[in-house]
């Protein structure tokens, strides 16, 4: 049987080109998305569903996550905050859902440890990225051994973050070498329709286009 991993895939670009890099691996890929009241939550699971098949996923795994939503705290899941537009600002931005990742990568362990797959594939970038506390890469590794201790000896999960030391520029000029369909990602915090261009994550992926001088194959409102 060949290694399998499971592939966390929020259809944007960065967990995109992970799960290309994980195809590139030769895993088997158990593709995992999460909705979970995001603002761009159908936009998001269509991208994840095109790109699940791009790298020939062996299964699919659609979760459910209301609780963040019922939280709030966060622009991206409490409509009664503004999702700010005005540019990159110092500390944790109030895009921020609180600890995210960690519940993510705890239910990508379980569906690891179902599967006898050994090893999890994370987009997480810290160089260059909003500013979140859960992609930091030291919070990762932390996350791996945790992970390890509360689950079956032989299990032995190692979680990989391809991408944590790239800056954006990086991810956009290594996506277009492996052939990413960029094309079927999405990174607007806004919209679903055509991407705002000024929210935070729509300024990262539009500078990393312009300094690997590429041009985004999204439609852009602004």
Same mark, same amino acid.
């Given at each position: 049987?060949?290694?399998?991993?499971?592939?966390?895939?929020?259809?944007?670009? !960065?967990?995109?080109?992970?799960?290309?890099?994980?195809?590139?691996?030769?895993?088997?890929?158990?593709?995992?998305?999460?909705?979970?009241?995001?603002?761009?939550?159908?936009?998001?699971?269509?991208?994840?569903?095109?790109?699940?098949?791009?790298?020939?996923?062996?299964?699919?795994?659609?979760?459910?996550?209301?609780?963040?939503?019922?939280?709030?705290?966060?622009?991206?899941?409490?409509?009664?905050?503004?999702?700010?537009?005005?540019?990159?600002?110092?500390?944790?931005?109030?895009?921020?859902?609180?600890?995210?990742?960690?519940?993510?990568?705890?239910?990508?362990?379980?569906?690891? *440890?179902?599967?006898?797959?050994?090893? =999890?594939?994370?987009?997480?970038?810290? *160089? &260059?990225?909003?500013?979140?506390?859960? $992609?930091?890469?030291?919070?990762?590794?932390?996350?791996?051994?945790?992970?390890? =201790?509360?689950?079956?000896?032989?299990? !032995?999960?190692?979680? *990989?973050?391809?991408?944590?030391? =790239?800056?954006?520029?990086?991810?956009?000029?290594?996506?277009?070498?492996?052939?990413?369909?960029?094309?079927?990602?999405?990174?607007?915090?806004?919209?679903?329709?055509?991407? $705002?261009?000024?929210? &935070?994550?729509?300024?990262?992926? =539009?500078?990393?286009?312009?300094?690997?001088?590429?041009?985004?194959?999204?439609?852009?409102?602004?």
């Amino acid at each position: 049987m060949k290694k399998r991993c499971v592939c966390i895939i929020s259809g944007g670009m !960065d967990s995109a080109l992970s799960a290309k890099i994980a195809q590139n691996d030769e895993y088997e890929i158990i593709a995992l998305h999460f909705n979970y009241g995001q603002r761009t939550e159908a936009k998001e699971l269509e991208s994840f569903r095109k790109i699940a098949d791009a790298v020939n996923a062996i299964e699919s795994y659609e979760i459910d996550l209301p609780f963040f939503e019922s939280i709030g705290a966060s622009a991206l899941t409490d409509k009664s905050i503004d999702v700010p537009t005005g540019g990159l600002e110092d500390g944790v931005p109030i895009t921020y859902v609180p600890f995210r990742n960690g519940i993510f990568l705890s239910i990508a362990s379980a569906i690891a *440890e179902k599967h006898n797959a050994k090893a =999890l594939y994370i987009g997480v970038v810290e *160089e &260059d990225s909003s500013g979140y506390p859960d $992609c930091r890469e030291e919070y990762i590794k932390q996350m791996q051994k945790a992970i390890n =201790l509360g689950t079956k000896d032989e299990t !032995d999960i190692t979680i *990989e973050m391809p991408l944590v030391n =790239l800056k954006k520029s990086e991810i956009v000029q290594k996506s277009l070498e492996l052939n990413v369909p960029l094309e079927h990602t999405w990174s607007c915090y806004k919209e679903e329709d055509r991407a $705002c261009g000024v929210c &935070d994550s729509c300024r990262l992926r =539009l500078k990393g286009f312009s300094e690997a001088n590429a041009t985004d194959p999204i439609v852009y409102a602004d």
